[in-house]
T-cell receptor, first 114, second 112 residues
Framework: NAGVTQTPKFRVLKTGQSMTLLCAQD?????MYWYRQDPGMGLRLIHY???????AKGEVPDGYNVSRLKKQNFLLGLESAAPSQTSVYFC?????????????FGPGTRLTVT | GQQVMQIPQYQHVQEGEDFTTYCNSS?????IQWYKQRPGGHPVFLIQ???SGEVKKQKRLTFQFGEAKKNSSLHITATQTTDVGTYFC????????????WGLGTSLAVNP
C-alpha cells in the first residue's frame, strides 16, 4: 500500500513554462486535494475533487488547472509558470464516512520557478 | 470569513519541558483535527476530536476540545527531540465540510 504518491519530487521551471504534477492514491478515496505551502502561510487549498470527473476551486486557484479523469489520480497543471508559484505542493486524499475524514498527504513536490 | 488561529507561532523548549499549542476557531466546529509535519516532511494526521469537552491521549500527547467546540489544545509532556516539527489544527469549513480550514501551525524546536 503506497498511500499517496506525487511526481515529480523536485522541479525547476523557467517563467512561462508549463508542467503537470501527478498525484496518485491507492486507498480508493473519493476526495482529493491540492495544497501549496509557503513559509508562514500554512496550507492553502488550490483545487479539490469530491469524485471522479469533478473538480472545484479552493482558496488560491488562479494560475492552476486540475483534472480527475480516474478516481485514483489527481493532476495539477501550471500552464504558464510564474515566480510566485514557487512553493511546495502537497496532494492529499480522504474518505468521508460518518463525519470522519482525515486527510492523507503525499510527500510533496518542491517547485522553483526562476 | 471563517478562521482558525493558532498560538504560539513558534516555541523553543529544552528537552524534558512541557509544550502546549492552542487553536481557536471563529466558528463552532463539528470536529477538529491535529496534524504534525516534521521538517522537510509532509503533514501527518494525529487525531480527530468530535465531542464537546473531549480529551484524548496518545502517550505523551494530550488533546482537548473545548466545551463550546471553538477551541482546542495539544499538550506534550516532557518533550523529546522527536517532537520537533510543526503542529497544525484544522476544522471543517462551515459552508462546505469537504474542505478544511487550517491554522498556520506552531513550530516546535527542542534543545537536547
Amino acid at each position: 500500500n503506497a498511500g499517496v504518491t506525487q511526481t515529480p519530487k523536485f522541479r525547476v521551471l523557467k517563467t512561462g513554462q508549463s508542467m503537470t504534477l501527478l498525484c496518485a492514491q491507492d486507498m480508493n478515496h473519493e476526495y482529493m486535494y491540492w495544497y501549496r505551502q509557503d513559509p508562514g502561510m500554512g496550507l492553502r487549498l488550490i483545487h479539490y475533487s469530491v469524485g471522479e470527473g469533478t473538480t472545484a476551486k479552493g482558496e488560491v486557484p488562479d494560475g492552476y488547472n486540475v483534472s480527475r479523469l480516474k478516481k485514483q489520480n489527481f493532476l495539477l497543471g501550471l500552464e504558464s509558470a510564474a515566480p510566485s508559484q514557487t512553493s511546495v505542493y502537497f496532494c492529499a486524499s480522504s474518505y468521508f464516512l460518518a463525519n470522519t475524514y482525515e486527510q492523507y498527504f503525499g510527500p510533496g513536490t518542491r517547485l522553483t520557478v526562476t | 470569513g471563517q478562521q482558525v488561529m493558532q498560538i504560539p507561532q513558534y516555541q523553543h523548549v529544552q528537552e524534558g519541558e512541557d509544550f502546549t499549542t492552542y487553536c481557536n476557531s471563529s466558528t463552532t466546529l463539528s470536529n477538529i483535527q491535529w496534524y504534525k509535519q516534521r521538517p522537510g516532511g509532509h503533514p501527518v494526521f494525529l487525531i480527530q476530536l468530535v465531542k464537546s469537552g473531549e480529551v484524548k491521549k496518545q502517550k505523551r500527547l494530550t488533546f482537548q476540545f473545548g466545551e463550546a467546540k471553538k477551541n482546542s489544545s495539544l499538550h506534550i509532556t516532557a518533550t523529546q527531540t522527536t517532537d520537533v516539527g510543526t503542529y497544525f489544527c484544522a476544522g471543517p469549513n462551515a459552508g462546505n465540510n469537504r474542505k478544511l480550514i487550517w491554522g498556520l501551525g506552531t513550530s516546535l524546536a527542542v534543545n537536547p
